[in-house]
C-alpha cells in the first residue's frame, strides 16, 4: 500500500504534514514531530526581525477549534539558518519553509536563505487579517490594512518575485477569508508561478469573551483572533473542492483536521496532501500517526492500494449527480433504521424538528407518516444505526 504523495518534484512519505504552528518552532520541535510518520514539516513563520507575542495568546473555543493571536517564529531568521535548520534536517523529511517579510524585497532575501539552508518548499503566506489590531497598538501611528479580499494581483506580483528568486518549489498559502474568491486567487498564483496552494490559514479576525470578566479571552487591545480548528473545516473543504477544481497544481488542504476522516475528506475533495495544526496542539504529535493509520485502514477496508484510488472522488460524485438527474432531489426517502446497533440513546430524538422519532423502551422508533426525510438523525446518530441513501 502507497500513502506517498509528490507536490512539484518533492516525495512525501505520506501526506500528512506538520503545518506552520508551534510545532514547528523551532529545530528540536521538528525533530520530535518528524518521529510521528508525518511525510514533511513546516516550520513557524520566519521573519527578519522577531516579534514577541501578546499574551494570553491561545484559547480553545467550542468544538474543539481554537482562537489564536500568535505571531510568527520567536527566533530570528539567523538563528533559523545557523541553527534550526540543520537540526530539522536531520529528520530526514522535508522541511517548507514557511516566511514572510515586510516588503517584496525582504521576502526575496529570507526566501533565498531558507533554500541555502536547506528547505525543499517556500511556503509563502497571503494574510494575516487579525494582526492589525495589535500591530497597531504596538506601533503608534501604523495602520494596517485589511487584507483586500477581491482583488489577488499584489499577492500574485509577490508570489512570482519569490518563484523567480529561488528555484525550489513556492507554495502560496491561502488565508480562509478569501473563501468566497478562492479560485480567482488560486487562478492568479498558478498564473503566477506557484507549485502548488495551501488552503487555508485562519479566518478572522474573530472573538471570544470571558463572561465572568467580561474581557475578551485573547490579550491585545480588543483581543482579536483567528480562528481554526474543526468550525473552519467545511467552509475550507469547500475552497479545496473549489481550488483543485480550477488550477492544474496541487493543493494542500489545513483547516480542522483531528482525525482520518477529515483528511480522507480533504483527499476526496482533490487535496494531495493535509497540514494539521490545530488538533497537534491540544492533543499532542501522537495524532499525526494516528490519522496516517487512520487513513491506511480506510484504504485496506475500501481495497485502495494508493491515495489516487479515492483523490477528487468527490469530483466524480459532483458529476454524476448531474448524469443521473440528481442534482435537486426532492421526493423523500426514508431513513432505515437498524435496531441492531441502536443503544436508546436519544439523539435521534432529540434532533428530529418533525416529530418523526418516538423512545420505545429499548430503542428509538421511527414514524414514517410524520418524516419529512431530512436527513440530521443519520448525522447525529453516535452508532451509525440510521442510514439513508438518496444518491446510489
Not at 506601533?139 to 519569490?162: C, F, M, T, W
Not at 480562509?176 to 479560485?183: F, G, N, R, S, T
Request: include cysteine.
Amino acid at each position: 500500500m502507497d500513502l506517498s504523495v509528490t507536490i512539484a518534484g518533492v516525495k512525501l512519505k505520506t501526506p500528512v504534514i506538520s503545518a506552520s504552528c508551534i510545532d514547528g518552532k523551532d529545530g528540536t520541535r521538528i525533530a520530535a514531530v518528524s518521529e510521528f510518520k508525518i511525510g514533511a514539516a513546516t516550520t513557524k513563520t520566519i521573519v527578519k526581525n522577531m516579534q514577541k507575542d501578546v499574551m494570553p495568546n491561545m484559547k480553545m473555543v467550542r468544538g474543539g477549534s481554537m482562537i489564536n493571536c500568535v505571531f510568527g517564529t520567536n527566533l530570528t531568521a539567523e538563528q533559523w539558518f545557523r541553527d534550526e535548520f540543520p537540526i530539522a534536517l536531520e529528520a530526514g523529511i522535508p522541511i517548507i519553509a514557511n516566511m514572510a517579510g515586510v516588503n517584496p524585497e525582504e521576502a526575496i532575501e529570507l526566501a533565498k536563505a531558507c533554500e541555502a539552508a536547506g528547505a525543499s518548499f517556500i511556503e509563502y503566506p497571503s494574510a494575516c487579517p487579525h494582526m492589525g489590531n495589535v500591530l497597531e497598538a504596538m506601533y503608534p501611528g501604523l495602520k494596517v490594512e485589511l487584507p483586500e479580499v477581491n482583488d489577488p494581483s499584489d499577492y500574485a506580483r509577490q508570489i512570482e518575485a519569490v518563484k523567480k528568486a529561488v528555484k525550489i518549489p513556492v507554495i502560496a498559502k491561502f488565508s480562509a477569508i478569501y473563501q468566497l474568491d478562492c479560485v480567482r486567487w488560486a487562478k492568479a498564483v498558478e498564473a503566477a508561478g506557484a507549485d502548488a496552494i495551501s488552503a487555508a490559514d485562519s479566518i478572522g479576525p474573530a472573538i471570544d469573551i470571558d463572561i465572568e470578566t467580561g474581557h475578551p479571552v485573547l490579550g491585545g487591545p480588543k483581543g482579536y483572533g483567528g480562528l481554526t480548528g474543526p468550525a473552519i473545516k467545511p467552509l475550507v473543504l469547500k475552497m479545496v473542492l473549489d481550488i483543485s477544481e480550477a488550477v492544474n497544481i496541487p493543493v494542500i488542504g489545513i483547516g480542522g483536521i483531528t482525525k482520518a476522516e477529515d483528511a480522507i475528506a480533504y483527499i476526496m475533495a482533490g487535496a494531495t496532501a493535509v497540514e494539521l495544526a490545530t488538533a497537534s496542539t491540544m492533543y499532542g504529535y501522537e495524532r499525526y500517526e494516528e490519522i496516517v493509520d487512520g487513513i491506511e485502514a480506510f484504504m485496506k477496508r475500501k481495497g485502495y492500494t494508493s491515495l489516487e484510488d479515492f483523490r477528487g472522488l468527490t469530483h466524480k460524485k459532483i458529476a454524476e449527480r448531474y448524469a443521473t438527474g440528481k442534482q435537486i432531489i426532492q421526493d423523500i426517502t426514508l431513513p432505515v433504521h437498524d435496531k441492531s446497533k441502536c443503544d436508546g440513546c436519544g439523539s435521534c430524538y432529540m434532533a428530529c424538528a418533525y416529530g418523526a422519532i418516538e423512545m420505545g423502551e429499548r430503542y428509538a422508533e421511527l414514524l414514517p407518516d410524520k418524516c419529512e426525510g431530512c436527513g440530521l438523525c443519520v448525522s447525529v446518530c453516535p452508532r451509525k444505526a440510521i442510514s439513508q441513501n438518496y444518491f446510489e
